[in-house]
Every structure is written in structure tokens, then in C-alpha cells.
């Protein structure tokens, strides 16, 4: 755990030229798809505003949100990660054949919640909120077992 945070930190210091060029060679791709394959509809903007992570400046009515309060609900952030995740445990453990793997003590539920969750932040462009929402979910069940309280 030390190790991951040393290298964090690490990355963090050396890296601050070459790590928005890497980002967007990587995250880029990924955000044009979702951008592209975001259904035609009416509100077309605010479904790409909150899958997307896209600017509500394409937006009909961004005052609207504003006024009414909702922004935030059109704004990704670390927590829309989280409440997918929660979504995602929810209704992948219910699933038949995506349980515990016998031999290899792996569960394909939390992989697999992990994939989409990757994707995720990947097509909101490794925004910071989402890419430490991640870090988090992906740390904590190791921290819980540790006996860590959050």
C-alpha cells in the first residue's frame, strides 16, 4: 500500500509535463466514442453532460440547470462513479455464473464492475474526481480487510 502511494506521488512529481499528453492519447479515443454513440434525443447534451463528462455549454438551457439548482447532477464527479459502482455490485450478484470462482478465489462480479467502472473514467476522460473515485473504490476493499474505517 505504501508502495502504491510512493508511486503515486512519484508520478505525480515528475510526471506533470508528460501526463496530460499520455491522457489523452489514452482517454481521448474512448470520449469521442462515447460522444459518438450517445442516442439522438431532444436533450442529447445533458445525456452526454452526464455520460460523457461533456461541457453544458452545448447545452439548450445550462441557466436552467443552474437556476433550478441541478447542475451538480449533470456534473460528473468521483460520485457518479461511486453510485454506478453500487448499482453494478447490486445487480451483478444477483446474476447466475458471475459469483466466486472456486479454485482461484476470484471474484468475476467485482472484476467485471471493475472493467465498467474503468471504461467509465476512461470516457469521462480521466477527469481527477472520477480517476480518484476509482482509486478509491478500488483500494478500499483491501483497506476494509485490513480493518480500516471509513
Known amino acids: 500500500m505504501i508502495r502504491a502511494a510512493v508511486l503515486l506521488a512519484l508520478l505525480t512529481l515528475l510526471g506533470h509535463q508528460y501526463l496530460p499528453r499520455l491522457r489523452a492519447q489514452i482517454a481521448d479515443p474512448f470520449y469521442s466514442r462515447c460522444l459518438k454513440f450517445t442516442p439522438q434525443a431532444h436533450h442529447k447534451s445533458e445525456i452526454q453532460s452526464l455520460v460523457c463528462g461533456q461541457s453544458l455549454r452545448d447545452s439548450s438551457n445550462p441557466a436552467q440547470w443552474k437556476n433550478l439548482g441541478l447542475i451538480h447532477i ?20 444477483f446474476l447466475p455464473g458471475v459469483g466466486r470462482l472456486k479454485k482461484q478465489k476470484v471474484d468475476l462480479s467485482t472484476i467485471a464492475v471493475f472493467m465498467i467502472l474503468f471504461l467509465f473514467t476512461l470516457a469521462n476522460r480521466l477527469q481527477p474526481p472520477v480517476l480518484r473515485a476509482l482509486f478509491e473504490w478500488s483500494f478500499r476493499g483491501r483497506l476494509l480487510a485490513r480493518g480500516w474505517r471509513f
Open 74 to 93: 449533470l456534473v460528473v464527479s468521483g460520485g457518479h462513479l461511486s453510485l454506478l459502482a453500487i448499482v453494478l455490485t447490486k445487480t451483478l450478484r
